[in-house]
């Protein structure tokens, strides 16, 4: 093995060891269990320190979704994968995963140069994947600024990563929680003690 070869498997395990990291601090931050979807968002053109969409690397996204399946196996959540904007950004997911929601299948096959290196890689990891216009995850992790929020449920509550960029990337994370409805007398922490105004009989 050259050195060169040597180096750079350091850095594609580099990369892994990092994504498992932050994945695994936004898991236990949004309390993800089997179920939960992951909305994943990633650009290996950032993370290898280029403009967005010019330089993907399959080796680099092989190394990130590494990552993430590493922690997928102890939380058991569900991955789903953020194309490019040339598919609307579209995601890659299983599916029968897809069926059993209800969501709306779009067709297409993910390649770098259309739908990213990120998707494509997923799209040729997966049992049997499928593309959908449109999910509401229960959390997601952005790596290059490639912009996940259009799939994320409201309320989205941002999560600071411990490991602030991924090779030249950004990293964002958010989980989300239920909109707080009612007012002064709403009650959202079922261990409180109710409060004068909120024992009234009725709420008229």
């Excluded at 089997?34 to 680099?60: C, M, P, Q, R, Y």
């Excluded at 897809?98 to 290196?117: D, F, M, T």
């Excluded at 309320?155 to 964002?172: F, W």
Aim: aromatic residues 4%; contains cysteine.
């Amino acid at each position: 093995m050259t050195q060169l070869s040597s180096g750079h498997e350091e850095h594609q395990a580099l990369i892994a060891a990092q994504v498992e990291t932050v994945v695994r601090e936004l898991a236990e931050a949004g309390k993800l269990e089997a179920g939960h979807l992951l909305a994943i968002g990633v650009s290996t053109s950032e993370v290898l320190g280029k403009h967005i969409g010019t330089s993907g690397a399959v080796e680099t996204a092989a190394a990130i979704y590494a990552g993430i399946e590493a922690v997928r196996k102890q939380f058991s959540f569900i991955p789903v994968y953020q194309c490019c904007e040339h598919l609307n950004r579209a995601l890659v997911i299983e599916e029968d995963e897809a069926i059993r929601r209800g969501l709306e299948i779009v067709h297409a096959v993910p390649v770098p140069k259309a739908g990213g290196s990120m998707a494509a890689y997923a799209y040729s990891q997966f049992a049997k994947p499928c593309l959908v216009e449109r999910i509401e995850a229960h959390a997601g992790i952005d790596i290059g600024d490639t912009f996940i929020g259009m799939h994320l449920k409201r309320v989205a509550v941002p999560v600071r990563p411990s490991i602030k960029t991924i090779g030249a990337a950004h990293v964002t994370m958010a989980v989300t929680r239920p909109k707080l409805i009612g007012g002064a007398r709403a009650v959202y922490d079922p261990s409180s003690s109710l409060r004068a105004e909120q024992r009234a009989e009725t709420c008229e």
